[in-house]
């Protein structure tokens, strides 16, 4: 567990609670699917799965490794990636992501603005032949 003052070092240098908790998830996520740490892991460090991966997260947060994304940014990400998802060819495409399995991750909210999106490309394809 962590001491006191490193979790108000933490909620500060991140800018609140839920802000820390959701940058904490979502770096477990990414290296719990293969990506490398940004920080040295101790050799004498006894700690496996779920707790090795929080405590690589907090140590890449305190260090100014990670940081949240601002919303802007977010926002900008996702109009990539819808746009990269569309096929040029007018068929219909799942977004697979690439060949070799790498494709954009999509969290929570950001899912739904896709599936909204999707559901006006569907209409507008549907409504053509009127």
Known sequence: MLDITT???LVQLVGGKFKLTSLIQKRI????????????EEENDELTGMSRLRKIAIKE?????????EREELDQALQEAVI?????????????GDEDG????????DIKKIKEQRIKELAALLNQKK
């Open 61 to 69: 947060i305190l260090e100014g490794k990670i940081e949240l994304a």
């Open 7 to 9: 979790e108000e070092e």
């Open 102 to 109: 790498e494709g954009t991750e999509v969290y929570g909210s």
């Open 29 to 40: 996520v990414e290296l719990n699917r293969g990506a490398l740490p940004l920080v040295e």
């Open 84 to 96: 990269a998802d569309k096929p040029e060819d007018g068929e219909g495409s799942e977004g697979e």
